[in-house]
């Protein structure tokens, strides 16, 4: 079982930065995927960026240029970090982990608000 715990969110003005982190517990093996997801109020949950185990990213057309995603392997944990940001980024930010073992197990953190506003 993998357990997901984020950190790092609040308020901040617009054009300011955040860095989330999210801590996996127990095994996540060597091949996985972990990466963060955003829902604002009224919204369906969307991707906003993803890294793999072989260090390859994606991420969404709206962040590109402003967000990062990374990994620190030792510590079982990635960060999102946010720059330049919007009031649209306004949202919880859901941690994500799909590990692929026999078959793929997805797993949620409970998410951490991110607000942006002056």
């Known amino acids: 079982q993998v357990q997901l715990v984020e950190s790092g969110g609040g308020l901040v003005q617009p054009g300011g930065s955040l860095r989330l982190s999210c801590a996996a517990s127990?095994?996540?093996?060597?091949?996985?995927?972990m990466g963060w997801y955003s829902q604002a109020p009224g919204k369906q949950r969307a991707l906003v960026a993803v890294i793999t185990s072989g260090g390859s990213t994606n991420y969404a057309d709206s962040v590109k240029g402003r967000f990062t995603i990374s990994r620190d392997n030792g510590k079982n944990t990635v960060y999102l970090q946010m720059n330049s940001l919007k009031p649209e980024d306004t949202a919880v930010y859901y941690c994500n982990a799909d590990i692929f073992n026999l078959s793929m197990q997805r797993y949620w953190g409970l998410g951490t608000q991110v607000t942006v506003s002056s």
């Open positions: 127990g095994s996540i093996g060597s091949s996985y995927r």
